[in-house]
């Protein structure tokens, strides 16, 4: 499970530190991967630009600061620096669970006191960005995916003063036609009124988001993102409030249902459990909000899978649009 480390603040759960001398205020979240010797120190916001670096050692790392820092460490084996992560290979002399956190409050002080990452050239021109569209189940919603990833965690917005915390929702929602938009990882799913059809505007869709990300744009606000970060699922499983059966329902829906859902330009959020009628209450965010088909999958799929997998813990799951 990620950890997030901070300085000063803890709010809502959201491990994050305030440094009013910069305009971007970071937070490190540490995510295991398939091997063990490294780990992914991912931040909120994006690192470098232009490529991916990999460091070997101190001498390697000449034109990044940062990477020069942490070599300092004598169990960091390898950095690597991507989009909005750092990687770190250590030597088997230490275990991660010893120093993590240790490297982890490192990263977060360096970042926020302004110092700079990596030196990197500058790249005339716009980034390499692709986006392409594809249907989802739902006829009113479009889904528009890039080669890249552009926020942490998902965001849904059904009007102009909702999206104050994002400049591309706001300019989706300058025309006419766009009713709601849902960006999750790497796509924007959007929904129009029935007054266009889509072979009439998903060129025109495509290539704004497509130039809004080219010219390196915040997609949402930092301030969204932590705000956000907070009501995460990882988080909600800390919440000493939550019975055990939520608990497990929430990491099913994670873990089984969310990724499916995903892929057709969706999500879903669980909202509660009712212990006397065993009825599981979940919301339909994006594509899957007011899909002619959401009620079928709903019963059909996550209620057989829930009562498979919980026993008689689970009588019905009712849908709420998001």
Not at 104 to 115: C, D, K, P
Not at 144 to 158: D, L, R, S, W
């Amino acid at each position: 499970m990620p950890h997030y480390y901070m300085l000063i603040n803890l709010e809502n759960g959201c491990i994050f530190v305030k440094n009013w001398n910069i305009m971007k205020e970071y937070s490190i979240t540490v995510v295991p991967t398939n091997n063990p010797a490294i780990l992914k120190f991912e931040a909120n916001h994006q690192l470098v630009k232009f490529k991916n670096y990999e460091f070997k050692n101190i001498d390697e790392a000449k034109n990044s600061p940062l990477a020069q820092q942490l070599f300092y460490l004598p169990f960091i084996k390898t950095v690597y620096v991507s989009g909005n992560f750092i990687g770190l290979e250590r030597f088997d002399i230490v275990a991660w669970d010893d120093v993590k956190d240790e490297v982890a409050q490192q990263l977060v002080e360096y970042l926020n006191a302004g110092e700079p990452i990596v030196n990197e050239e500058e790249i005339k021109g716009k980034l390499p960005v692709t986006v392409y569209a594809e249907v989802t189940p739902n006829p009113a919603v479009m889904k528009f995916v890039a080669n890249k990833k552009i926020v942490p965690t998902t965001f849904e917005f059904k009007n102009i003063d909702e999206a104050k915390g994002s400049e591309l929702a706001k300019q989706l929602f300058h025309f006419p036609f766009v009713k709601e938009v849902f960006i999750d990882e790497n796509y924007v799913s959007v929904s129009k009124f029935d007054v266009a059809e889509w072979d009439d505007i998903t060129l025109e869709l495509r290539e704004m988001i497509r130039d809004f990300l080219a010219d390196g744009k915040e997609v949402v606000s930092s301030e969204s993102v932590i705000q956000k970060s907070a009501e995460a699922p990882k988080t909600q499983l800390q919440n000493e409030n939550l019975d055990e059966t939520s608990k497990q329902i929430i990491d099913i829906l994670e873990e089984y249902v969310k990724p499916a859902v995903a892929s057709d330009g969706g999500n879903i959020l669980f909202k509660s459990y009712e212990e006397e009628s065993k009825t599981v209450n979940v919301i339909l965010q994006g594509a899957c909000s007011g899909c002619p088909s959401s009620t079928f999958t709903l019963k059909n799929g996550i209620e057989t899978m829930l009562k498979n997998m919980m026993g008689d813990k689970v009588n019905e799951v009712v849908a709420l649009n998001g």
